[in-house]
C-alpha cells in the first residue's frame, strides 16, 4: 500500500482549517484568517505521529498538546475559561465530522487495518473535503445558533398561588404573548390547563379578551401571589389556562414578552 504524505497533509490541513473555521464562526472569535492557516498548518503535524512509533497513550498525549497549541496559534490566550472554551468546541466539532467520516469511510472502504481504509479507485474524503465537510459544519453552526437562541429563552417557573401553593413548570418567552388584562393592567402568563387543577380552587375568574391572526376571543385567567424566575420575584402577573399544548420540547408554560425586559431589568 502507498501512502501520499503530502496529499495526506493536504486533506488534514483542509480539515483544520474548516474546523478552526467552524469554531471561530460559532463562538464569534473573529480571528484573522492568517492565524487560522497557521492554526491549521500547525494540526497538520498531528497527521506524522501516525507513523512514530508510540505507544498509545502517550500519542493520545501527544495529539492532545498538538490541538492545545493549535488553539492558542489560532485564537491567542486571553483567560482560562476564553481558551478552554475554544478548545471544548475545537473537540466537539472534531467529534461531530469525524463521526460523519469514519461512517462514510466504513459505508464505501473495501478493508480496514487498524485506522486505515482502503478503496477502489478515489477515496470518497475527496467528495467529503469538497462538498460534504463544509455542508455539515455549516449545518453545526446552524444548528447551533438555533438551540442557543432557544434556550436562553428558556427558564424554570415557580408560580405561588394565593394558597401558597407552588407550581413548577418549564417556561419559554414567547415573543407573540403580549396579553395584558385591561382592567388590573396585569400581564398573562399561559400554562397548559391539565397543570393548574390541584392549584386553582377559585371560582371567580377573570376573561380577558385576545385578538390573534383572525381569530378572538376570552382567556380564563386567575389570579396568582407571584412568579419567581432566576430567584427573581414579579407580582403583577395573572395565570392564563391554555386548553391547547405547546408544540415546544418540554415546554408547558409561554411566559409573557414584558418578561424579557423585566428579568434584563433586574439583571
Known sequence: MKIYLD???????????????TVDITLKRKTKLRRIFLGSLIGTISISLLFLPFPSFPLFILKNLVSIIMVLLTFKFKDIKYTLSNILYLYMISITLGGFLYFLNTSFSYKQDGIVFYFHGISPNYIILLIIAPIILYLYIIEHKKMKSTYNLNYEVNIVFNSN?????????????KLKDPLTKKYIILVEDYLLKDYIHNKNPIYVPYKALNKEGLIKCYKIKEIIINKQVFTNYLVGLSENKFNLEGVNCLL??????DLCFEK
Not at 9 to 21: K, P, Q, S, V
Not at 256 to 261: A, P, V
Open 165 to 177: 401553593k407552588i407550581l413548577s413548570c418549564n417556561g419559554f418567552i414567547d415573543s407573540g404573548n
Open 256 to 261: 409573557n414578552y414584558k418578561l424579557m425586559e
Open 7 to 21: 496529499l495526506v497533509g493536504l486533506i488534514n490541513f483542509a480539515y483544520d482549517f474548516l474546523i478552526l473555521m
